[in-house]
């Protein structure tokens, strides 16, 4: 199995400040990799720090404003060398219902949301690109598909990220087969965008790592729910081919 491992380069984190990205932020760390955890909030990222350990690295910025991520990847590489991992994690969920939401607050969703993964990912592979070798993994959601009230933007700007790593395969898959891209559902957690009696961010994050550090080109495109892979649909005619063929597909796990 290929993997990532610290000598690679510096992980990415997104979103570090709570929840689950200080919980992927911390495990990172443990694991021995230099890890740069961004977040709109300085206070926040120093409480991340406290846990993590000296590994990590707090880096506040907007992932909605592109000319900050710019310049915050080009002082990672400066001081910590090529990014080898992006997890996009960042993401807000306001509960508006759409009648209380203006269309500036919708996009301000958007931005970070969608404007967020594209910027980070296209600062990410500045770099990927030349050494041939990275990992993003983006943290997604089936609320595109089952919208819940009171969640347009977010809904909206999940599903669109979700389109947007299959475009991001489609552009770079063949050039650059060694940076791996793909989908992980987490789960209901408990955290301040989750539920209450939701999974602790912690025990999720496990996977997510796990997940993250697996660079084999086989994975580009899969999407995990927590540790399981979720299988594309099948049409009839590729349904009755492996019927025929006796060919049962299984969905690869993390343990």
């Known amino acids: 199995m290929i993997r990532l491992t610290p000598e690679d380069g510096p992980a990415v984190v997104t979103g570090a400040g709570s929840g689950l990205g200080?919980?992927?932020?911390?495990?990172?760390?443990?694991?021995?990799?230099?890890?740069?955890?961004?977040?709109?909030?300085?206070e926040a990222l120093a409480e991340t720090a406290a846990q993590a350990g000296p590994r990590f690295h707090p880096l506040p910025l907007d992932v909605s404003d592109a000319k900050a991520v710019r310049t915050a990847f080009a002082k990672v590489t400066t001081e910590h060398g090529a990014v080898a991992l992006l997890i996009n994690n960042a993401a807000v969920y306001p509960r508006r219902d759409m009648l209380d939401e203006t269309a500036e607050s919708f996009l301000e969703t958007v931005a970070i949301n969608l404007?967020?993964?594209?910027?980070?990912?296209?600062?990410?592979?500045?770099?990927?690109?030349?050494?041939?070798?990275?990992?993003?993994?983006?943290v997604a959601t089936f609320a595109d598909l089952n919208p819940l009230p009171a969640s347009s933007a977010y809904s909206v700007s999940k599903g669109a990220a979700r389109i947007f790593t299959r475009a991001l395969i489609a552009d770079t898959a063949d050039r650059f087969p060694g940076i791996v891209i793909g989908d992980w559902m987490p789960g209901m957690l408990q955290t301040t965008m989750g539920i209450p009696d939701g999974l602790p961010p912690e025990?999720?994050?496990?996977?997510?790592?796990?997940?993250?550090?697996?660079?084999?080109?086989?994975?580009?495109?899969?999407?995990?729910?927590?540790?399981?892979?979720?299988?594309?649909?099948?049409?009839l005619k590729g349904k009755l081919k492996d019927l025929l063929l006796l060919r049962r597909r299984r969905p690869r796990r993390l343990v």
Do not use: H
């Open 22 to 42: 200080r919980a992927l932020s911390v495990e990172l760390a443990q694991q021995g990799f230099t890890v740069i955890g961004t977040g709109r909030r300085a």
């Open 115 to 138: 404007g967020g993964v594209v910027a980070c990912s296209r600062a990410a592979l500045e770099q990927m690109c030349e050494t041939g070798r990275g990992r993003i993994l983006n």
């Open 203 to 235: 025990a999720s994050a496990k996977w997510g790592v796990e997940l993250a550090l697996r660079c084999d080109p086989a994975l580009t495109g899969a999407v995990f729910e927590q540790d399981t892979e979720v299988l594309p649909p099948r049409g």
